[in-house]
């Protein structure tokens, strides 16, 4: 062994006990803060910390005083925000978390960023976009972003990402939520994203256990049913969960649904023990923190006396009692049974430990106040819009391509792009703009027969479907009349067609082979329109393969993939390993030095 050989190893064996000993020292600092904050807790304060209210930044003064009122009565765990404003809740926050003897953990459903809840921040791409990537390294520096973006605004736990696989076309509240159908590809995904964001310090949490992916009903409004064997679930709905458990995940969100062959009745999953104290922690030995999905949806149950329900759902074994109907009643009953049974007294006091724990993971032994110089605009930052433009590439899914059609080389040749759908963003006429000479049409029924009429002296004609982009659950199905237009475009012109939608609208629209060339999309979002005019002229490859069975015509994982040509493609400095501050450095000269006439221009 050389001397040089023997220094490296050294000095690596020196690195390996430093980060041993920094992580026992971790370890031992977080052990010392649960203890000391369990010491001085009452018995009423360690039931409220059972306790995560709704709150929500667009409802007034009102509501905010309601919510301190919460903290002073029941010392409750933390707050789950929803609707309104990054300023308006950072400054909720900070006045919550200052009203609170304990700290407050801050959470929200953020599956595709801040803006599934909060207006005036950035989107990125529904979990079934994400899906169609390859790349999961991608997937990690986006969840690291995402979990950048809650950090920075006081959020402590995402719960995020779903874990469902979504068999069911019909589903009606997971679908474009889940990132597909197939467990093997789901999993590394969704924890790719879900090791991004606790990266940076905020709580993952995988959901809806024991999975909500093969229902044709919401469990806000109902309680949705699987009636599959237990064997059967362990093969499809519980797979996910159980391979991810290997992962060491955080916590898992318990759903309300009703599925005898683990319950042997019809309660709800969330309030069974069966499901979450024998399944989850005994069988699956998961340790993390066990949550119930909302407790004032329909599917927790109706008809029960205050408090009861989550009364059920604390003896079915859960950690945090999510949107209580009643906390103060559900606290009560909860202290009652407490008090009479020194096992229950025990549970309680283990589950308030790992609330705590959980607590320190996220930072909360430090002082939380969130400073909102500056928060909008480090909410809405170009590291999102660069990660997500990746993304997007790696996503854009090829279905069609006969006689190779695309990539189509760039050229003077004119080209013809008809928008149809909903709300059409823009970044897809200006890429596509870059790379050549291109005509709008805008499509409506009236304006039909014109647009027929000058397309017949196109030999390029791309048409684009868009969607709804605002959220997942608006409707992705293309209507008669524009199926009648490209019926009607197809005998007189080739066509390529890119479809900024769910792959479910795929499903008998017949018409999608009438292209020469499909290209999915999946959701009305700049980074995927300029993706997706990368894919048609070859600046970048097509290279996405698809989550989801999309009609007969293409099965999971269908997808064709092209080589790019040598020409220029869209995006940032970043990524082609070139510094953007350095740029505009070497910009801010050149303009001095020409303003100073010392030369009349350069090239760099």
């Not at 031992?28 to 009452?42: C, G, I, P, T, Y």
């Not at 340790?287 to 149950?301: I, K, P, S």
């Not at 909410?379 to 433009?389: K, Q, S, Y």
Request: net charge negative; with cysteine.
């Amino acid at each position: 062994m050389t001397t040089d050989l023997s220094k490296i190893l050294l000095t690596l064996g020196f690195a390996a006990l430093f980060q041993s000993a920094q992580a026992q020292r971790a370890t031992n600092d977080q052990k010392e803060w649960v203890d000391s904050v369990f010491a001085r807790l009452s018995l009423e304060q360690q039931v409220g910390q059972l306790f995560m209210l709704p709150a929500y930044s667009n409802k007034g003064d009102q509501h905010f005083q309601e919510l301190l009122k919460r903290v002073e009565e029941l010392q409750v765990g933390g707050f789950i925000f929803f609707q309104g404003g990054p300023i308006r809740q950072a400054h909720m926050t900070n006045k919550l978390q200052l009203a609170s003897e304990i700290p407050l953990m801050i959470g929200m459903d953020a599956e595709w960023g801040l803006s599934m809840r909060l207006d005036s921040t950035y989107t990125f791409p529904w979990a079934m976009t994400l899906g169609a990537t390859e790349d999961t390294a991608l997937l990690f520096d986006l969840g690291r972003e995402m979990g950048k973006q809650c950090k920075r605004l006081g959020v402590h736990w995402n719960f995020a990402p779903v874990l469902d696989l979504n068999t069911n076309p019909d589903n009606p509240i997971i679908n474009a939520r889940s990132f597909g159908e197939v467990s093997e590809r789901v999993v590394p995904r969704a924890m790719a994203v879900a090791g991004g964001m606790e990266s940076e310090g905020v709580l993952a949490c995988v959901k809806h256990f024991p999975g909500h992916g093969d229902t044709d009903s919401d469990s806000h409004k109902t309680l949705p049913s699987i009636g599959k064997s237990k064997e059967q679930l362990l093969e499809t709905e519980l797979k996910p969960f159980r391979q991810a458990m290997q992962h060491g995940v955080s916590a898992v969100m318990i759903a309300h649904l009703n599925v005898p062959a683990l319950t042997s009745s019809s309660i709800p999953t969330s309030l069974s023990p069966s499901v979450v104290s024998d399944l989850l922690r005994m069988e699956f030995g998961f340790e993390g923190l066990a949550v119930t999905d909302a407790l004032n949806m329909a599917g927790a149950g109706n008809g029960l006396p205050p408090g009861e329900v989550e009364f059920r759902a604390f003896m079915a074994g859960n950690d945090v009692l999510l949107f209580p109907r009643n906390a103060k009643a559900a606290a009560k009953k909860i202290l009652e049974a407490v008090e009479a049974d020194p096992t229950l007294k025990s549970s309680l006091a283990k589950r308030v430990k790992r609330i705590l724990r959980a607590k320190y993971r996220a930072g909360l032994h430090r002082e939380q106040q969130v400073e909102t110089k500056g928060l909008l605009e480090e909410l809405n930052n170009d590291r999102a819009l660069r990660v997500t433009d990746r993304v997007a590439e790696s996503a854009v899914t090829l279905l069609v391509n006969r006689q190779k059609t695309i990539p189509w080389s760039p050229s003077t040749e004119d080209v013809a792009l008809v928008i149809m759908g909903d709300e059409p963003g823009t970044r897809l006429e200006e890429s596509m703009s870059f790379y050549s000479d291109t005509k709008v049409f805008y499509w409506s029924p009236s304006k039909e027969t014109g647009i027929l009429h000058e397309l017949s002296d196109y030999d390029r004609i791309h048409v684009a479907y868009y969607t709804n982009g605002k959220s997942p659950w608006k409707s992705y199905k293309v209507g008669e009349k524009s199926r009648s237009f490209l019926r009607m475009l197809a005998l007189q012109n080739n066509f390529i067609f890119s479809f900024f939608g769910n792959p479910y609208g795929l499903n008998g629209f017949e018409e999608v082979m009438l292209a020469d060339a499909l290209i999915l999309a999946y959701q009305n979002h700049p980074s995927l329109e300029r993706a997706s005019a990368q894919v048609i002229f070859g600046a970048v490859p097509a290279k996405g393969r698809l989550p989801v069975k999309a009609d007969h015509s293409f099965p999971a994982l269908s997808g064709i993939p092209t080589e790019a040509l040598n020409i220029l493609r869209l995006g940032s400095a970043e990524q082609v390993d070139m510094d953007e501050d350095i740029l505009r450095r070497i910009d801010g000269m050149m303009d001095t030095a020409m303003e100073a006439k010392a030369f009349p221009g350069a090239q760099v």
